[in-house]
Every structure is written in structure tokens, then in C-alpha cells.
């Protein structure tokens, strides 16, 4: 394999000029630089992408740590991010955390000892993040966040996507209104829950706590709570689902008791379920920017790399409500 010294030899230049040329172009003349390039070709030559890197501080390599892969609303997410960062020349490493803090707290590490420019990262711990401030890193925050932590964020403004969905439903006739959501810990979550809050104590309506449904955002929770909820003597006319999986989860276990959407049940779910497009009745729901969210996600951190005193972004991207089929008036 050729060396930098067989191609400055070749080349009858310095091993100096040649290194000047892999890492500052603009320096060397046009003539150096074609009697380099034509001995790098001749001798096969490929230059080292570390070397380079450490010669250059730079890696042109992000770390993407998000907590579900499963998950369509993040598969989406990433691909858009990937794709917009690819035209920047810029490489991804992905690790999937399972929301297990003590993994997303190693996938960090090992990206830093990969010497990634950024981390941008959906994150689970407050302690990780905490983590990061700390040791310097350079990251953005994206859907998930802390309000008490000064960092680089972009976000949907979930409130009000939760406060949107259920006065949509209200306006229905809808008052029995069951919800599908996670434990409380995470920022969506808690954010459409007081959304779904501020709409119904606006209207009057009392809350049914026996009808608040921790599923832990899983589908196979969410299946097994909607079992027990539709099997009751009083059932909801309505169920908001916070997230894609749990409206799979719930629309499988309808169909199994024998029950349709929307005529015993209507749905409204937040972010698009896995076969949308050929579903029926399509599934009303809240969409995220995801696009914007994955090209936000960049620029921040790509601004953050550039120039690490820059400004904190803090951005709130709107949802947008898209009605399907699967709500009726009652």
C-alpha cells in the first residue's frame, strides 16, 4: 500500500507539500498539486481518513442517538436528517437507546471516542444531557427536551397539538374521551397530556381518570389496555392515542373484540400509523414537521460545530391536525 512518502517521492515534492494538499488545498500551486494528484493515481493511493481528521480537528461525522428505531415517526425522522446531511458531506453513526439510560449514557461515550463533530439526540435522561454540557460536547436536543437546561433545541410545539386534537373531538360531541399515552416522564408526552387538560377543563368536561391508559408509548401495552378499556359496560366514544404504535396497538385489539372504528369508537391518534395510506378508515391525527425537524436538527448542530459561542436555538415547529375518516359526530 502507498504511503505519503512514496507519493512525495514520486511526485518529487515534499512529504510536507503533500500533507498540505490533503488538508489545506488552497496553499499548495496548481502545478505541486497536478504532479501530486497525477502520483496519487499512479501509485493507488488513499489518503488516510483519520490522519486527516486529526489533522483537521474535524471528522465531518455526527452521532444520532434516538430511543426507537421501531418507531416510524423516528425512522422518518432520521432519514430526513441523513438525507439533508449527506448534502452537506457530512457521515451519520446511529445507536438506538430502547429509552434505557445506562445505554444512552454508553452510545454517547462510544460516539465521542469515535471523535464525532455533534451529537444531536432524542434523549431519555435528563443526566445524560446534563453529561454532555459538561464534557464540552457539542450536541442539539430534538423532540425531547428539559426546560430548565440552556441548550440547543428544536422541538414540536406539543401542547399544542394535544390542546388541538382534543377540542377537535370536543366539537364532535365527544365527552367520554379515553387516552393512550406514556408514563408522564418524557417532554411529548406530559406536553400533550396538559393539552389534552387545558382543552377539557375549558369546556367544562370532568376528566375520567380510570380512562387515562399507561401504555408506556408501546404497542403491545397499548393492545392490552384497550382489551380491558372496551370491555367495560361504559365505554369511551372517543380515544386520543399520543403516538403511532399505541393507535396500532388499539385499532388491533377493536378489530379483535369485534368492534369497528368509527361507529363504536372513534380514534385520533398523534404522528401518521405504519399503513396509513391504505388503512380505512384513514386515521385522523396530528402530524409533526418531520422534514423540518431533521433540517432544523443540522443546521443547529452544523452551526454549533462552526462556531461553538454562537447563539442558543430554542425553535417550537407548529403540528397540523389532518382529519381522516376515523371520527364522527355524536
Same mark, same amino acid.
Given at each position: 500500500m502507498a504511503t505519503i512518502?512514496?507519493?512525495?517521492?514520486k511526485a518529487k515534492v515534499s512529504v510536507v507539500t503533500v500533507s498540505r494538499l490533503l488538508?489545506?488545498?488552497?496553499?499548495?500551486?496548481?502545478?505541486?498539486?497536478e504532479k501530486?494528484?497525477?502520483?496519487?493515481?499512479?501509485?493507488?493511493?488513499?489518503?488516510?481518513?483519520?490522519?486527516?481528521?486529526?489533522?483537521?480537528?474535524?471528522?465531518?461525522?455526527?452521532?444520532?442517538v434516538m430511543p426507537d428505531v421501531k418507531n416510524p415517526f423516528f425512522n422518518k425522522w432520521f432519514r430526513c436528517l441523513e438525507e439533508y446531511a449527506t448534502i452537506h458531506q457530512f457521515s451519520m453513526l446511529l445507536c438506538n437507546t430502547d429509552d434505557d439510560p445506562e445505554k444512552e449514557m454508553r452510545y454517547i461515550k462510544l460516539m465521542q471516542a469515535h471523535r464525532v463533530d455533534g451529537i444531536v439526540i432524542v434523549p431519555y435522561a435528563k443526566k445524560s444531557i446534563e453529561y454532555l454540557i459538561k464534557s464540552g460536547q457539542k450536541f442539539v436536543l430534538v423532540d425531547r427536551i428539559f426546560k430548565d437546561l440552556e441548550v440547543d433545541f428544536v422541538t414540536t410545539d406539543h401542547f399544542r397539538g394535544g390542546y388541538e386534537a382534543t377540542r377537535y373531538l370536543i366539537s364532535l360531541g365527544?365527552?367520554?374521551?379515553?387516552?393512550?399515552?406514556?408514563?408522564?416522564?418524557?417532554?411529548?408526552?406530559?406536553?400533550?397530556?396538559? %393539552? &389534552?387538560?387545558? @382543552?377539557? *377543563? $375549558?369546556?367544562?368536561?370532568?376528566?375520567?381518570e380510570n380512562m387515562i391508559m399507561n401504555c408506556g408509548l408501546d404497542e403491545g401495552k397499548a393492545y392490552q389496555q384497550t382489551k380491558e378499556l372496551m370491555n367495560r359496560e361504559e365505554r369511551p366514544t372517543?380515544?386520543?392515542?399520543?403516538?403511532?404504535?399505541?393507535?396500532? %396497538? &388499539?385499532?388491533? @385489539?377493536? *378489530? $379483535?373484540i369485534g368492534l369497528s372504528i368509527p361507529q363504536d369508537v372513534s380514534l385520533l391518534g398523534f404522528d401518521e400509523i405504519q399503513g396509513y395510506g391504505i388503512f380505512r378508515p384513514k386515521?385522523?391525527?396530528?402530524i409533526q414537521p418531520i422534514k423540518s425537524l431533521g433540517e432544523f436538527a443540522f443546521d443547529m448542530i452544523a452551526e454549533r460545530i462552526k462556531k461553538a459561542d454562537s447563539v442558543r436555538q430554542q425553535i417550537f415547529l407548529k403540528p397540523l391536525l389532518i382529519v381522516g375518516d376515523s371520527c364522527i359526530q355524536i
Open positions: 512518502n512514496d507519493v512525495a517521492e488538508n489545506h488545498p488552497e496553499v499548495v500551486n496548481a502545478k505541486s498539486a501530486i494528484h497525477k502520483a496519487m493515481e499512479e501509485l493507488h493511493f488513499q489518503p488516510s481518513q483519520i490522519a486527516r481528521s486529526l489533522a483537521k480537528r474535524r471528522t465531518n461525522t455526527l452521532g444520532v365527544h365527552r367520554r374521551i379515553a387516552v393512550l399515552r406514556g408514563e408522564g416522564y418524557i417532554f411529548p408526552d406530559a406536553e400533550r397530556y396538559s %393539552g &389534552f387538560q387545558k @382543552a377539557m *377543563q $375549558e369546556t367544562g368536561i370532568q376528566i375520567d372517543a380515544v386520543f392515542s399520543f403516538n403511532g404504535l399505541m393507535s396500532l %396497538g &388499539f385499532i388491533q @385489539a377493536v *378489530q $379483535e386515521v385522523t391525527h396530528v
